[in-house]
């Protein structure tokens, strides 16, 4: 008999997993310890992270525990599981490499079987910062509602099984997606997360004040008698159903949070079997689709691209615009600035117009955000700029370079601005003084672009391209600051002719003369921006070796 004849366990019998929990406990728990000595900073910020957590920790837990006996208690216990659930659910999305330690591309190539694995995995992702504020919230969730031997005996089984569930959620989530947070669009993600949080606050704030006017906690209850039958909240439910009689209830919604585990420990288990026995096929052929449309987008009989292109006077200002756009869609951090700039600017005016606080002039802060996007112009080329300064041999080609990027600019804020004006104008119904926000929009605009451009040539600094959250090199922070703080302040007085004919008008009551606003605010926004772009391509040209220097740090 060959050697190929040979049963193939017998030449590679399993390894044992019997104690592979208190392996993977300890392995997380050294691996936490190495990583805190590495710099004190990292100490530093691990111990602030956890003060923090528990201090936020402990203020839930009084409150709630001051909810016991209140009649909304069950509602506020109910609806915060649930938010804490959902964030188990999406923010591995966000921030994939908040705990590295447990990634499981890392165990591959080690013969272990998916059941104790994800056992394993499962325990010792209890430990860190976030499973203990979450153990913090389940408790006093369950002090608030606890009354009786009964409800005793269900919030004893409802806590660990919500605990295991935001845990196996959060795992689940992240194996099933490990190879997207991975890729580039996973580091678009991680990269985005700013976004989300700024944009949640935003809705949390406007949520909060609805609330309020529409008379306390009761207006949550339709809200908590949807969440009461989803999983991770249905524990929870269960305690508040066991201690006021409704047993069967009880066991129904403790099922619910029990089967959801199960299933999610399915689940987790076949992504894991597959990501621990499947190539990783997501990046093949991935150029012939490029290729092809590449080849549509050309003009039958011309050597131009159509679209945007056709529109474009050839040479540089096409060159540079083309690019300046194919950075917005595909660089991580311009994008995420880009993205930012965007969602903030319209969530502020529209908002406050939502809750009907607002004012139509409101919407003069998306020029402003949208603006902020001219700074720091060859710091988001980083290290390629160089590719840049050789092009640019006269006051003229930076001129041109910096117009051409202007431009781009313009391509995306000038429609973007009108229609934040437009909708924030017919939310709150308030028509007439529509033009002079136009007119003080451009002018604000034009503004930025000036100081934008001189900026970029007078203080650049670098973006480092690691780290989602790191926008400026070390030690040059200082310049980032004088920048964007020098922009902001210096915007409403360039735009100050402007803003003064604007307040005259309201002020003498011309408000039907307000479209001469749209007027002034074109024709002085173009001067200020066609200035500026002179200038800044002065300076950029004599400051080239400079420029060059300072972008291509870190």
């Not at 249905?234 to 069967?248: C, L, N, R």
């Not at 919604?253 to 689940?267: D, E, G, K, Y």
């Not at 003229?396 to 804020?413: C, S």
């Amino acid at each position: 008999m060959s050697v190929l004849d040979a049963p193939v366990a017998a030449a590679a019998p399993a390894a044992p997993t019997t104690g592979l929990t208190p392996v993977f406990v300890r392995l997380k728990l050294t691996i936490l310890r190495n990583g805190l000595r590495q710099s004190a900073g990292r100490t530093t910020a691990f111990v602030v992270s956890l003060v923090f957590a528990l201090l936020v920790a402990a203020g839930q837990v009084l409150g709630l525990i001051l909810l016991r006996g209140n009649e909304h208690a069950g509602t506020v216990a109910v609806l915060l599981t649930a938010f804490v659930a959902l964030g188990w659910a999406v923010l591995p999305l966000f921030f994939p490499s908040g705990d590295d330690t447990l990634d499981p591309t890392r165990l591959v190539m080690l013969p272990l079987r998916p059941r104790p694995l994800i056992r394993a995995l499962l325990v010792s992702s209890m430990i860190g910062i976030g499973p203990l504020f979450t153990l913090c919230l389940v408790v006093g969730s369950v002090l608030a509602l606890a009354h009786g031997a009964a409800g005793m005996v269900f919030a004893v089984l409802g806590v660990p099984l919500a605990m295991l569930l935001c845990v196996a959620l959060s795992r689940a989530v992240t194996t099933a997606n490990v190879r997207l947070l991975n890729s580039r669009k996973g580091r678009d993600l991680a990269v985005l997360s700013g976004l989300v949080i700024a944009v949640g606050i935003q809705f949390v704030n406007f949520g909060a004040q609805r609330l309020g006017q529409a008379g306390g906690l009761s207006a949550l209850e339709p809200a908590a008698n949807v969440a009461r039958w989803l999983p991770g909240a249905s524990a929870i439910a269960a305690v508040d159903a066991a201690s006021g009689g409704s047993y069967g209830v009880a066991v129904v919604q403790l099922l619910i949070t029990a089967a959801a585990l199960v299933a999610l420990m399915w689940m987790w288990q076949r992504s894991l079997t597959k990501l621990m026995t499947s190539p990783d096929g997501s990046t093949l052929a991935a150029a012939a689709p490029a290729r092809k449309e590449g080849r549509k987008d050309k003009e039958p009989g011309s050597g131009r691209a159509g679209g945007l292109s056709g529109l474009l006077p050839e040479g540089r200002t096409e060159t540079v615009v083309r690019r300046s756009l194919r950075y917005v869609a595909r660089d991580p951090k311009t994008k995420a600035a880009w993205v930012t700039a965007l969602a903030i600017g319209a969530i502020v005016p529209l908002l406050n117009a939502l809750q009907g606080t607002g004012s139509v002039y409101f919407a003069c802060f998306v020029a402003g955000m949208l603006g902020m996007q001219m700074f720091n112009q060859f710091g988001q080329d980083t290290s390629a700029f160089w590719m840049v300064a050789l092009t640019i041999s006269s006051t003229r080609d930076a001129y041109v370079e910096l117009r051409a990027r202007a431009l781009a600019l313009l391509l995306i804020t000038l429609p973007y601005t009108l229609v934040v004006c437009l909708v924030t104008a017919a939310i709150l119904g308030d028509w007439q003084p529509l033009p002079g926000v136009m007119g003080l929009s451009f002018a604000l605009l034009g503004a930025m672009l000036a100081i934008g451009a001189f900026a970029s040539a007078r203080f650049p600094y670098s973006i480092p391209q690691e780290g989602a959250f790191k926008n400026v090199a070390p030690g040059q922070g200082g310049i980032a600051w004088i920048s964007i703080l020098g922009g902001m302040l210096a915007a409403p007085v360039l735009a100050g002719p402007v803003i003064a004919l604007t307040i005259w008008l309201h002020v003498a009551d011309h408000r039907d003369a307000l479209w001469l606003v749209i007027l002034a605010g074109l024709g002085y926004g173009a001067f200020l921006a066609w200035a500026g772009l002179r200038i800044a391509a002065r300076r950029t040209a004599n400051r080239l070796p400079e420029i060059l220097t300072a972008v291509s740090k870190g």
